[in-house]
């Protein structure tokens, strides 16, 4: 499926912000989301930047204080196209055109992101998480997801004609506790 004409503007009123926290954390050794940087969680630093370029902000595949929690589609353990997709089918629920999703564990996301993805739908070339999707392609992820195919997210993002985009400044992927350090110590 080929999908068409995205944001006419990068109009925040119509996108709803998701942080993808599904993932079991594995490489990092506990729970990254919750990793502090600079005295702030990796959650709470990445749902501040998503309010402030989106109408409103949920966090996919766990609770957490102060955000809607929604579960992973069609079931956990997924991997982010899981939280994707829910996301999505949230955004179609709820009367949103699009969906800003980013994982919780970027770190120095650009203030304007959402201006540098438009229009949708788009990806972050070197952090395909990090995308402006179309709600309407709920049932695209939804059907990778149940086929065989791998479900990665550029497979989703080919499968909806989305575009890589290179950022200005590509944020911070933290995967590990030695990535944490890193950022810690470079004053990123």
């Known amino acids: ?3 068409c004409a ?3 503007s990068t109009d925040r009123r119509i996108v709803l912000g998701a942080v ?5 954390s594995t490489r990092f050794g506990s729970d990254k989301a919750l990793a502090q940087v600079h005295g702030r969680s990796l959650i709470d630093q990445v749902a501040e930047t998503l309010s402030g370029q989106c109408a409103e902000t949920v966090v996919v595949g766990r609770e957490h204080p102060g955000l809607r929690g929604i579960a992973d589609q ?5 991997g982010p196209m ?3 997709a829910a996301a999505l089918l949230e955004a179609q629920a709820r009367g949103y055109s699009a969906v800003l999703t980013v994982p ?3 770190f120095d996301l650009p203030g304007d992101l959402l201006a540098q ?13 990090v995308g402006l999707w179309p709600a309407y392609a709920a049932a695209e992820a939804i059907a990778l997801l149940e086929s065989d ?5 550029t497979a989703f993002a080919r499968r909806i004609s989305a575009r890589a985009v290179k950022l200005a400044r590509d944020p911070a992927n933290i995967n590990t506790a030695a990535d944490l350090e890193r950022v810690e110590r470079h004053g990123i």
Not at 74 to 78: R, W
């Open 149 to 153: 195919e791998t479900h990665s997210i």
């Open 74 to 78: 069609p079931a956990p353990g997924l």
């Open 82 to 84: 899981g939280g994707i």
């Open 20 to 24: 993808i926290a599904g993932g079991q």
């Open 1 to 3: 499926m080929s999908c």
């Open 117 to 129: 993805l438009h229009p949708f739908p788009s990806y972050v070339e070197n952090l395909p998480v």
């Open 104 to 106: 919780c564990d970027a």
């Open 6 to 8: 995205g944001l006419v």
